[in-house]
């Protein structure tokens, strides 16, 4: 394209919570996936990212939630987008999160769809979807499924150069109103994020291997359960996923461990809700927070018993959200 003086665009992108977790990288460049990887988007939980190309910059600049922000990882990715349009200049990234950041509350995830959105539309590109997907892949693996809304499939793919390693989208959030209740038990930003906590896994953790032999029996039961809408079915496959996960980020060297005393209680006490009848099952990601899948119409009843559960200091009730989108 021609290279304007300054071109710019505005995304907004949702955070993702993966039913069926990705964990651990495949060989060689591109971020691919070891596993692929199935998720619901959340409608309370979204990242907007401007991005401006301005030839007056001689280097990127970024700024998240109002504070400067490192762009040793953003600058490779925009570097991506840069090649594909056929442009040099620098960009200025502004980003703002309606939660709180690095918190395991899939910040990366809405981030980098966003950006990948609002990149790509400011350098006078118009990707597809599944282009977006791969794009946003390169700058975080949960950002993939962010391009899309209500729920969304990650395929692990098999080629080196990455192009069948996208997400598609399997329901809209209209499709099945399920429910997430986002238990916080603390704000701060997590110790080990996840590209550091998932490297060289196949020498660190002796649990890997059967983690990755199992992904696709476990994906394949997800997909027919998502289609047949059976919501126990889904909640325990999620609870099984994320046990499984933090069984494997407990086996590796050094073992990771993201819990907190809240949210072992914030886990007891959903499945004490379900014992006593409540259709609700909880998963975690990189982080101490626990997010409860409530069948359609729970939501608000889990959030309050979360609210009782000691060290729990605030819940966030959400709707499955929609795809990402560009907003200005
Ligand atoms: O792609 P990342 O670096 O955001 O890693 C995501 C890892 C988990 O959130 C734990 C699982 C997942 O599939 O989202």
């Not at 700058?139 to 598609?168: K, P, Q, T």
Request: charged content about 20%.
């Amino acid at each position: 394209m021609a290279d304007p003086i300054m071109s710019q665009a505005t995304a907004r992108a949702h955070s993702n919570i993966a039913l069926i977790k990705y964990w651990g990288k495949r060989a060689g460049p591109r971020n691919l996936p070891a596993v692929g990887s199935i998720s619901v988007t959340l409608d309370g939980l979204y990242t907007d990212t401007t991005v401006v190309f301005d030839r007056a910059l001689s280097s990127d600049t970024a700024e998240l939630d109002d504070k400067p922000a490192d762009t040793a990882r953003l600058t490779p990715f925009l570097d991506l987008v840069r090649a594909r349009a056929g442009i040099e200049t620098r960009a200025s990234i502004v980003s703002t999160n309606n939660f709180p950041t690095g918190a395991g509350l899939a910040s990366s995830a809405s981030g980098f769809a966003a950006l990948s959105l609002a990149a790509t539309r400011a350098a006078g590109l118009d990707l597809e979807p599944r282009e977006l997907s791969i794009l946003a892949r390169q700058g975080s693996g949960s950002a993939a499924r962010s391009i899309f809304g209500g729920f969304a499939e990650m395929h692990r793919g098999v080629l080196d150069d990455g192009s069948d390693a996208f997400a598609e989208p399997m329901l809209d959030a209209d499709d099945w109103p399920v429910e997430i209740v986002v238990a916080i038990t603390d704000r701060a930003t997590k110790s080990v994020n996840s590209s550091i906590g998932m490297m060289g896994l196949d020498e660190r953790s002796d649990y890997y291997q059967a983690w990755v032999d199992h992904a696709e029996t476990d994906l394949a039961s997800m997909r027919d359960a998502i289609a047949a809408r059976d919501f126990e079915t889904v909640g325990a496959l999620t609870e099984m996923s994320c046990l499984k996960l933090h069984g494997l980020m407990m086996s590796t060297r050094p073992g990771l461990i993201y819990w907190n005393p809240a949210t072992v209680a914030a886990m007891l006490a959903i499945r004490t809700l379900r014992d006593e009848g409540t259709p609700v099952y909880f998963t975690i990601d990189a982080g101490p927070q626990v997010k409860a899948l409530c069948a359609p119409g729970h939501g608000e009843s889990v959030a309050r018993a979360l609210e009782r559960v000691p060290g729990v200091l605030e819940t966030r009730r959400t709707a499955l959200g929609p795809a990402a989108s560009v907003i200005a």
